[in-house]
T-cell receptor
């Protein structure tokens, strides 16, 4: 299947700093990318959906000024957690939909996740 | 998208078949049943999907009842590496940006 990578795989930062997480589709073009957050022992919660070249659509309750999403190319989306606080500590996962492979069945390919710890 | 209900957890002996049920009694005619799994501290992995016919691939089989109100994911010979949380999702193809909404899933523990 298609491969999605995330960088970094884990990051520790101080409270008040900003952290950028990259999501890349390695061998396909991703029309749409999704960002999820997962707290310990909980399910994945969709944060936002981004289409290449346009503004992201955020889920209710997700602060768009705090979680900045950029999807500037068909292979790269970034999530920036601005002014991070300890409650932002979580497992952040991206997924991408292949404009060709996903096609009619909309199969999404997930990245390995990024564990963010804010001290 | 229709709501799905899964058991919280299940156990399975290594080498035996793991049968994971999913209830989706309010599923509509244009909604597919998708299965994903998430191994600890990794991103979810697509397993299989179907509409009304049974499906099989190299990973698993999907059995959907005739009334489509429930389905079963079958891992024919479970291994320790199949220990994961399995998510059943009912989703229509034409839902906006085709986002996936994950429920709580079933935590499958495969033991030696």
């Amino acid at each position: 299947g298609a491969v999605v990578s995330q960088h970094p795989s884990w990051v520790i930062c101080k409270s008040g700093t900003s952290v950028k997480i990259e999501c890349r589709s390695l061998d396909f073009q991703a029309t749409t990318m999704f960002w999820y957050r997962q707290f310990p022992k909980q399910s994945l919660m969709l944060m936002a959906t981004s289409n290449e070249g346009s503004k992201a659509t955020y889920e209710q309750g997700v602060e768009k000024d705090k979680f900045l999403i950029n999807h500037a190319s068909l292979t790269l989306s970034t999530l920036t957690v601005t002014s991070a606080h300890p409650e932002d500590s979580s497992f952040y996962i991206c997924s991408a939909r292949d404009r060709v492979l996903g096609g009619l069945y909309n199969e999404q390919f997930f990245g390995p996740g990024t564990r963010l710890t804010v001290l | 998208d229709a709501k799905t209900t899964q058991p919280t957890s299940m156990d399975c002996a290594e080498g035996r078949a793991a049968n994971l049920p999913c209830n989706h009694s309010t599923i509509s005619g244009n909604e597919y049943v998708y299965w994903y799994r998430q191994i600890h501290s990794q991103g979810p992995q697509y397993i299989i999907h179907g509409l009304k016919n049974n499906e099989t691939n190299e990973m698993a089989s999907l059995i959907i009842t005739e009334d489509r109100k429930s389905s079963t994911l079958i891992l024919p010979h479970a291994t320790l590496r199949d220990t994961a949380v399995y998510y059943c999702i009912a989703r229509a193809l034409n839902t906006g940006f085709q986002k996936l909404v994950f429920g709580t899933g079933t935590r499958l523990l495969v033991s030696p």
